[in-house]
């Protein structure tokens, strides 16, 4: 019966919520918890207020939501699409990185140093002089969301759309030749509820390099997971920045009621595990390993999040070199070109 099936999937997506909250809740623990024990009683001990948590958001998205839906004219902004990001120590990617980024679309960058001894500074001197790049030194421990939230309350009204990437991820329309702004414009058109955009990403591996190799990240890891493996059920967040309350996640973002993140598809997503992958219009190339030499530097840098360092055995559970992927070749020449002015 029809009524049944509505249920199964209403219970199936409050279980999917509570433990994505309840993973948040140990997030802001400081990344303290390892116990996974412990982890499970936190999960049954949390369900039942996210369970009333959940059932004042729905009533509250379908009633009193409604009356928060926007009608706003289109604004110009002085930026479609920017990207916020904290850096510890990518000096040596960071130009790729944004120049990569300007082809697809992007023309800010809230760049957060949270205490890079590589002259990063130095590295951004002239995006920060030409104002695509603005720079804050900000120091600290587990201050990821903390820069994340700051970008919002200081820049939200001046960019259309904000994405909260690192600097191992490239945000990219699916299609060569497409801009993202563009992009993001069509998939949040679908729902007038849409207020963000969860990008599936894809994991590439070292490509079976041991130390760093010279050239660009572009075009020295073209092999990656398949699609369809636990390493690539994450999303990462392009939202409106108006539309939110705060950053609870580097994945995931809190939003006003009545608005909510979809997938490209226009299926809402309730937390940053998404229910099904979507690479058709917009994805991630997480570049999560690279070589074991530039790994190792990356897991004794520590989580930008949380107060703790990866375990090794994450390394070998995302070295994934399954396929050969050369969605990136097409932009090969014209980044090496801008990469050597």
Known sequence: MKWISVLKDRLYRYSF???????????????NIHNKNLLKICYAVLSPYFLLKWGIREITDYTIGQLNISTEKEYEYKDQLSVVAIVKNEGLYIREWIEFHKIVG????????????????????????????????????????????????KYKNNTKYMAFIDLDEYLMPSHYGEKLPEVIDSILSINKHAAGVGVTWRIFGSSGHINKPKGMVIENYMKRSVDYCWQNFHIKTVCDPRKIDRVVSPHFVKYKSGYWCINEFGRRLRAWFPLGQCFDKIKIN?????????????????????????????????????????SMVPYIKILKQKLER
Request: hydrophobic share 30%; with cysteine.
């Open 17 to 31: 919520y509570c433990f994505a909250n309840s993973l948040e809740v140990c997030q802001y623990m400081k990344g």
């Open 106 to 153: 992007v023309t800010k960058f809230y760049i957060y140093d949270n205490e890079s001894n590589d002259q990063l500074e130095k590295i951004l001197a002239s995006y920060i002089k030409s104002g695509e790049v603005v720079y804050e030194y900000f120091p600290g421990k587990s201050k990821q969301l903390d820069a994340y939230n700051n970008a919002v309350k």
């Open 286 to 326: 997480h570049y999560f390993c690279k070589s074991r030499e530039e790994a190792l530097l990356k897991w004794n840098r520590g989580l930008a999040d949380r107060n703790t360092k990866y375990d090794w055995k994450k390394f070998e559970d995302y070295d994934l070199n399954d396929i050969q992927d050369d």
